[in-house]
């Protein structure tokens, strides 16, 4: 029965696409077909990095960065019953252009292949390329523009969608669970009760670090009919971002990671890198720095190594107990919503402060990207006085595979949020995905009474509201999928 969208009090969901969707009980006998792909997204030519306010342009590779895709069918014999595509790509956010660019050329090299149910997601390198125009200037000459790569990132995704949907085969899968204590919240609180992301936490009125750390490692396998593990899905919540200030092409920690499970379970397995909730973590040290490069020292490995070796040591935990429980035609259930958010206010003195920035910023030269940001805020204070102001909306993923549900975003969604979702979903496992879309944080109340970057209006297009909304409309989506557990 086709699903019709509902108005609550504080969102609608407004399906994508009017879809017909078989009972969960009538799926349990249908059999599961996977195909995967990873294609280099890698220009031939230097680019501007995203993920910082002043403009970089690579100056070399220090890895590729790629887009690994995998391809989930279920079928009833012949009959296709559903679906859904998964792509994660080396880059900072997924922009809404690049997004339609994609589903674009799917719908014409695949026509099969239902591209509303195409998840995109970004594993939030800061050393990966700009695809958005206007933020950074770039020299017109010698480097390719953020349009120009938009359309090669569209067609190398579309190509390797194809690649996947070619290799489509019966499969069986897992999901496990571990653990890696790679990411540190990265908010110090102060006496006067202000924050600062990266603030000094040796300082005489430094108090607490600000939010609940999540060190959770949900893993997906997906093996052949011959039992060879094709592909993994590793979701963490951190974001890659070690490295964010490079001028080099460089996929951070995801590189190793990689290499190493490659030369382990074989060169052509596809590593699938998911972020959590974590706009308010990031992998780099707070506290504890001189013990902690000592150890790592001693280990004689490099930053990214020591990432990739905890990533790496939970990945193996949750396969030791996924690989006994490998499961053939596992439920396949997708939904996918666009539902309004209500917008972050910008208050009469943020106004002020941000256009005495861009009054400042425009007398002197190179400072487009912060020009671009307290802009945004002094447009967003004029539509508020014009009353012009129109809903936040967004795409949200809800899905069903087996026992476990993975649930997409497109913010750097503060952890408090995806703990909350984590916490009352009925599901075994949940995954939590972040950066399915163009980003932009989404901060816990706490944060924005403490202030500081990312969590003030130049960071936000929506606040805590609008999280209590995503949180309560993807717990609610996940019980629909998960009818007895929920009961």
């Known amino acids: 029965m086709p699903y019709v969208s509902r108005p609550t009090a504080r969102a609608v969901w407004l399906p994508l696409l009017a879809c017909t969707f078989t009972p969960l009980d009538s799926l349990d006998a249908a059999e599961l077909l996977a195909g995967a792909a990873t294609v280099s997204l890698t220009p031939d030519r230097p680019v501007a990095l995203s993920g910082q306010m002043r403009t970089r342009i690579s100056t070399a590779v220090a890895s590729r960065v790629t887009a690994t895709v995998l391809v989930l069918e279920s079928r009833d014999g012949d009959r296709v019953l559903g679906t859904t595509t998964f792509v994660s790509c080396d880059v900072v956010s997924i922009p809404d252009d690049a997004l339609a660019a994609i589903r674009a050329q799917v719908a014409q090299k695949t026509p099969g292949v239902p591209v509303e149910r195409i998840v995109v997601s970004a594993t939030h390198t800061h050393t990966g390329p700009v695809l958005v125009e206007g933020i950074y200037e770039i020299p017109a000459g010698g480097v390719m523009q953020p349009a120009e790569y938009v359309e090669f990132f569209a067609g190398r995704i579309a190509e390797g969608i194809a690649a996947a949907v070619e290799g489509l085969r019966p499969c069986r899968v897992g999901w496990g669970m571990g653990h890696a204590v790679i990411a540190q919240n990265r908010r110090s609180v102060y006496a006067d009760g202000s924050a600062a992301m990266y603030g000094s936490t040796t300082k005489d009125d430094f108090r607490m670090i600000e939010g609940y750390e999540d060190h959770d490692l949900d893993a997906l396998f997906v093996w052949n009919a011959d039992g060879r593990l094709l592909a993994t899905v590793i979701d963490v919540p951190c974001p890659a971002q070690e490295v964010e200030g490079a001028s080099q092409l460089d996929a951070d920690f995801w590189h190793p990671v990689r ?97 005495e920035k861009v009054r400042d910023l425009s007398k002197g030269t190179g400072n487009e990207t912060l020009l671009f940001w307290h802009g945004k805020v002094v447009k967003r204070w004029e539509d508020q006085q014009a009353g012009t102001v129109t809903p936040f909306t967004t795409e949200v993923h809800v899905i069903r595979i087996g026992d476990v549900a993975v649930a997409t975003n497109q913010f750097e969604l503060y952890t408090d949020f995806g703990v909350a979702m984590k916490a009352r979903s009925p599901a075994l496992q949940t995954f939590v995905v972040q950066l399915a879309g163009r980003g932009t944080y989404l901060p816990s109340a706490r944060a924005v009474r403490g202030g500081g970057y990312s969590a003030i209006a130049e960071s936000n297009e929506v606040g805590p509201e609008a999280g209590q909304v995503l949180v309560d409309h993807t717990v609610a989506r996940i019980k629909e999928l998960f009818p007895d557990a929920a009961r």
């Open 259 to 355: 290499e190493t499970l490659r030369a382990e379970y074989g060169a052509d397995l596809h590593v699938l890198a998911w972020i959590g909730a974590a706009g308010d973590q990031s992998p780099h040290l707070m506290f504890r720095k001189t013990a902690e490069e000592r150890m790592r020292r001693l280990r004689g490995l490099s930053r990214l190594e020591e990432i990739a070796r905890r990533i790496v040591a939970g990945w193996k935990d949750a396969l030791a107990g996924a690989e006994q429980e490998r499961v053939a035609g596992a439920v396949l259930e997708h939904r996918v919503d666009r539902i309004e958010l209500p917008r972050r206010e910008v208050s009469e003195r943020e106004y002020e402060l941000a256009r």
